[in-house]
């Protein structure tokens, strides 16, 4: 099944409506993604859970658990908005009078060890004056890959996805994508190591002269479709491996590193926390076990070092 197969709808009609054609693509990409993860996983089935944001907006909340595959996930959407508020001019450096943005995130965790986890985040957001005109407006997204055990073919394929999602619009994007997020997904605080092996990411992202509002549009809608076809055949090649306790341990071991990234560096973390954010929602991407163990260190050697080590020094991986 390929993200030609799930995407049912024809490439969007822009209008002067600009925020409601990217809400019905965030929309219609949950579902396709859910569709997806379902039925390779086989068993589990996603669970929705809809809210309202008191301030402004809400979102849809899907969480998906105790699966053949999967042992924990989400793939959530929100339409958020509100005021622009002193904290947010203080700590998000936001101006104006008020702000708008929707998206999509989720957060795969296998339960085996040799199935990677996953993220995909992609959203805009718009910044209004006090008539209600948009004076800003950005886009951000990106995927990337958090394996346990470093299996180059599947590496080779995640990357390979998205650089030719890439090199089909602008041949130099992918390089510049690719150290966005192997400079952006580090635990500074352990020696600069990476929370797995990368992928694309973007932020910030602004129309201009020479990549419009349609471009974006576009791009983003590439990316996030791409992730059927990035991740899927990897469960596919990958979930019916046998694995052991000690296998698990270590998976539990870099579990403990993806959380500590999440609570301590993630953007879209503090975003959700300063702007009075569904808790439940925002949390939603921590796995449900984890290992802090007094410091840990693999068999020099071993495959589970070789992992370590692929973190701490980014590699090329696509051809």
Not at 1 to 15: C, I, K, N, Q
Request: charged share 25%.
């Amino acid at each position: 099944m390929t993200a030609a197969d799930l995407h049912r709808s024809e490439a969007p009609v822009f209008t002067e409506d600009f925020t409601g054609t990217w809400i019905a693509f965030i929309h219609q990409l949950q579902d396709d993604i859910c569709a997806a993860l379902q039925a390779s996983d086989g068993l589990a089935k996603f669970e929705e859970d809809v809210w309202e944001r008191p301030e402004g907006g809400g979102g849809r909340t899907r969480v998906i658990s105790n699966g053949n595959v999967i042992e924990k996930g989400g793939v959530n959407t929100s339409i958020v908005f509100g005021k622009v508020t002193d904290l947010m001019r203080s700590q998000l450096k936001i101006n104006g009078d008020s702000w708008f943005a929707c998206g999509l995130s989720l957060v795969i965790h296998p339960l085996s060890p040799f199935v990677p986890t996953v993220h995909c985040n992609y959203r805009m957001f718009e910044l209004y004056d006090e008539a209600g005109k948009v004076i800003d407006r950005w886009f951000g997204g990106g995927t990337d890959l958090t394996p346990y055990y470093l299996n180059l073919e599947d590496a080779t394929h995640f990357h390979q996805t998205y650089k030719n999602v890439c090199d089909a619009v602008d041949p130099s994007l992918y390089v510049e994508l690719k150290k966005n997020c192997d400079d952006y997904f580090v635990n500074t605080h352990r020696n600069n190591e990476r929370r797995g092996i990368g992928g694309i990411f973007y932020d910030y992202k602004r129309p201009d002269a020479t990549k419009s509002i349609d471009w974006w549009f576009a791009f983003a809608k590439a990316c996030g479709y791409a992730f059927i076809d990035s991740y899927i055949p990897i469960i596919e090649r990958r979930k019916g491996l046998e694995f052991t306790a000690e296998n698990k341990h270590w998976q539990e071991i870099r579990r403990g590193r993806y959380t500590e990234f999440n609570l301590v560096h993630d953007r879209g973390t503090i975003f959700g926390l300063k702007t009075n954010g569904r808790i439940e929602s925002i949390l939603m991407s921590l796995p449900p076990t984890v290992r802090f163990e007094y410091n840990y260190q693999p068999v020099p050697g071993s495959e589970e070092d070789t992992l370590l080590q692929a973190c701490l020094h980014p590699r090329e991986y696509a051809n």
